[in-house]
């Protein structure tokens, strides 16, 4: 697992920490792991040109502490300081007396093979101040590598108010930050390394699932097990008019680990033609015979009001998706918040705005996408269920707060449809009794690997591609390390 704390955590550890070790230490284990990742960026430190923007926190101090021993071993090391006057005293001190300069010359940054941005972390908030802004958009020649955090990216949120300096890669210390996961910010922060100092830190609020994670939270059928035991999914979707939403969400159900499929809608003639093996009825949720989990909504049009009315009077839990979600805004909070059993909401940033709206908070879809953990925390807090916010940084919020960001996925998903597959998919885990966080984020994941492996090395791909890709893909996590 991949795991990420906001600031405050992080400065409530390394308050601990300083009082039990001599002054600098973790400075030190900072600047060493961030030298020896630079080091490895350039084709030789010997003679290279390292240039350090260093703004007047610690972050600079980081970043002058590294080059002093990049400068150690050769390198022509310069240091922009941003702000001259309260530059980090030790750092700039070390970096002198190891034979680096500074300089005022912004071209520096441009003749640079390598720049180490340390111009704010942890402390900074709110776009980059006017000294620091124009090298968001100067020419660089080398790799830039932030410190702890890309300056101008929030480092709890990812949000990014303003100009930002893109990385290469990204040396984070102690810990993730959000903001390194979750678009906008994430698109900043390139590759990431993580440098350990030693830090003692409660439990993550923000998550990634890596591999081995993903691969725990899918069931497995024991010996025991036939088609009721390991669950059946309801899936009420589709309507006269958008059959293959239904076909979409059937088709992701079926891969996603539950013993049956059953569908109830206006496109049973289609679903069944497509997927002989779902089990189909018109009767809608209330008397569709028993399940464990019910998916609303996909394609549903003027259905999706009383399959969500239905799904919800049943006590197991609903994923709500598409046509039930503007439903859904349409009742208010009301209607899910203290249902007895779990609600998963599966909205994309336009849906998202819309139920937000049922809360009162005014924001349209783009501002959900550059506010994606606030959207995603609001909703599920508001609605009192989990909620997954679809799009380029899948997130995944408790009502509790707790977090999962999905780090697998590509761009070409963005296809009519696919949205559909990953409905049926996570109802069908949920329909194996995992929690809403754990199906959401497992399908995220398995969704993003199979948008991959059927985009290939880059390419159009349409929903059936992507649920075709589901197999291969919930296999390849299984597969002991190696054989992918
Ligand atoms: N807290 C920790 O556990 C550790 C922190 N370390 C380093 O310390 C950093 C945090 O240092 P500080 O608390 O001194 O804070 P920063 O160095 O991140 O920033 C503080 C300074 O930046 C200015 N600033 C804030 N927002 C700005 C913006 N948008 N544009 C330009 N300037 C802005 C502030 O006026 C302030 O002077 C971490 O990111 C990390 O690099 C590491 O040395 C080791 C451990
Ligand atoms: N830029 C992107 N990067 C990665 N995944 C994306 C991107 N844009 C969309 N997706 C994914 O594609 C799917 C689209 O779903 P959705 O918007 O509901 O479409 P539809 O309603 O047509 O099915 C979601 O899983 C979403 O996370
Ligand atoms: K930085």
């Known amino acids: 697992m991949r795991h990420a704390h906001t600031a405050e955590q992080v400065r409530a550890a390394e308050a601990a920490l300083i009082a039990r070790l001599p002054e600098g230490t973790l400075m030190g284990r900072a ?12 084709p030789r430190v010997y003679g290279s040109r ?3 923007l260093a703004g007047s926190g610690d972050n600079g101090g980081d970043a002058l502490l590294a080059a002093a021993r990049l400068a150690r071993r050769g390198a022509r090391a310069e240091a922009l300081l941003l702000d001259p006057a309260r530059a980090h005293a030790a750092g700039l001190a070390a970096l002198l007396a190891a034979g680096g300069r500074t300089t005022a010359d912004p071209d520096a940054f441009t003749r640079a093979d390598l720049v180490l941005d340390g111009i704010v972390g942890l402390g900074g908030r709110g776009p980059l101040r006017p000294a620091a802004a124009p090298f968001a958009t100067l020419p660089r020649r080398g790799p830039v590598v932030a410190v702890d955090v890309p300056s101008g990216v929030d480092p709890d949120t990812g949000e990014v108010a303003g100009p930002a300096l893109r990385a290469d ?16 910010g994430a698109r900043y922060a390139g590759t990431l390394h993580l440098v350990g100092i030693g830090l003692d830190l ?5 998550e990634a699932l890596q591999r081995a994670d993903a691969a725990a939270l899918l069931p497995v059928p024991g010996a025991e097990s036939d088609k009721y035991r390991r669950g059946v999914v309801g899936v009420a979707a589709g309507s006269a008019r958008y059959p293959g939403a239904a076909v979409l969400a059937v088709a992701g159900a079926l891969y996603g680990g539950a013993g049956a499929v059953r569908y109830t809608g206006h496109a049973a003639a289609e679903v069944v033609r497509r997927h002989p093996e779902a089990l189909v009825t018109e009767d809608g949720p209330a008397r569709a015979g028993r399940v464990q989990a ?8 003027a259905d999706a009001e009383r399959a969500l009315r239905e799904a919800l009077d049943t006590g197991v839990p609903v994923l709500a998706d598409a046509d039930a979600l503007t439903e859904l805004a349409r009742l208010g909070p009301a209607a899910t918040a203290g249902r007895p059993a779990p609600v998963l909401l599966t909205p994309h940033a336009g849906e998202a705005a819309r139920l937000l709206a049922g809360l009162g908070e005014d ?6 996408a550059a506010r ?13 269920a989990t909620v997954l916010l679809k799009g380029s940084t899948t997130v995944v919020a408790d009502p509790d707060g707790r977090a999962r960001v999905n780090t697998t996925g590509t761009g070409w998903l963005g296809t009519a449809g696919s949205g559909d597959v990953l409905a049926g998919l996570a109802g069908s885990l949920l329909a194996t009794g995992r929690t809403p966080l754990d199906a959401g984020s497992a399908a995220a994941h398995l969704h993003g690997l199979a948008g991959r492996e059927a985009a290939g090395r880059g390419g159009p791909i349409t929903a059936l591609d992507v649920a075709a890709g589901l197999h291969g893909a919930w296999a390849g996590l299984r597969a002991p390390d190696g054989d992918r």
């Open 31 to 42: 600047a060493a792991g961030l030298a020896a990742v630079c080091a490895g960026l350039l």
């Open 50 to 52: 390292v240039l350090v």
């Open 372 to 384: 994606r953990l606030w959207a995603a925390r609001r909703l599920a807090a508001g609605y009192g």
């Open 294 to 301: 019910w998916v609303v909504g996909p394609g549903g049009g």
């Open 169 to 184: 890669a990204t040396v984070c210390f102690g810990t993730h930050k959000p903001g390194l996961l979750i678009d906008p």
């Open 363 to 368: 924001a349209d879809a783009e501002q959900v």
């Open 202 to 206: 409660p439990p993550a609020p923000v």
